[in-house]
């Protein structure tokens, strides 16, 4: 799907943009706290009772340590920020897509996914293309009189089980491998 291609690719350059100035940033911000705890050197050898000039440079080279552990928990801290940004951003997207767009999405999932006689409870967001994707459907589906409270996708219901099929559950069962996915794409090296 054109559309769906677009909107990843929107998405991932957004978050490639973000995630170089997230990575120029926590170069900076390690740069300052290493110069920090190189440059009050003497303050640390004044207010410690350091012995002689190895305790110092252990004393120094802790310092530094901790500095750029601290460097690699903003990234780090970071990068998850941004995946979880760009998963939202993804949901989002998918569910302000065009009604033929999304009419084809949902035809398609549907025809693979529902069996005749299912019932489906689509969003209160796409109560309007609800009867052109069942009427395309080459499986005889049913829509639900009430609508879900959800931002897109939908719910099969057959007999006594439901088959939640929303972009946010569907989110959430796949949480693993979409920030892999997006770690991947976003921080190649």
């Known amino acids: 799907m054109k559309g769906l291609e677009a909107i990843k690719e929107k998405i991932l350059s957004q978050a490639k943009e973000k995630a ?53 928990k ?9 995946i979880e940004d760009v998963i939202s951003s993804a949901i989002s997207d998918l569910s302000k897509l065009e009604a033929p767009e999304k009419e084809r999405l949902y035809t398609s999932v549907l025809d693979q996914k529902a069996k005749n006689g299912d019932r489906i409870v689509f969003s209160k967001l796409d109560k309007e293309i609800a009867r052109k994707v069942a009427e395309e459907s080459e499986t005889q589906i049913f829509i639900e009189n009430e609508y879900g409270d959800f931002s897109g996708g939908f719910i099969i219901v057959r007999d006594m089980i439901e088959i939640d099929l929303t972009f946010d559950t569907l989110a959430d069962q796949n949480k693993t491998s979409l920030i892999a996915q997006a770690a991947s794409v976003l921080f190649e090296s």
């Open 20 to 72: 170089e100035e997230i990575r120029i940033q926590a170069q900076e911000d390690s740069d300052i706290l290493l110069r920090a705890a190189r440059k009050s050197e003497d303050e640390y050898l004044k207010k410690s009772s350091v012995e002689d000039e190895s305790d110092a440079r252990a004393l120094i080279t802790r310092e530094e340590s901790m500095a750029r552990s601290e460097s690699r």
């Open 74 to 82: 903003t990234i780090l801290r970071a990068k998850q920020h941004l």
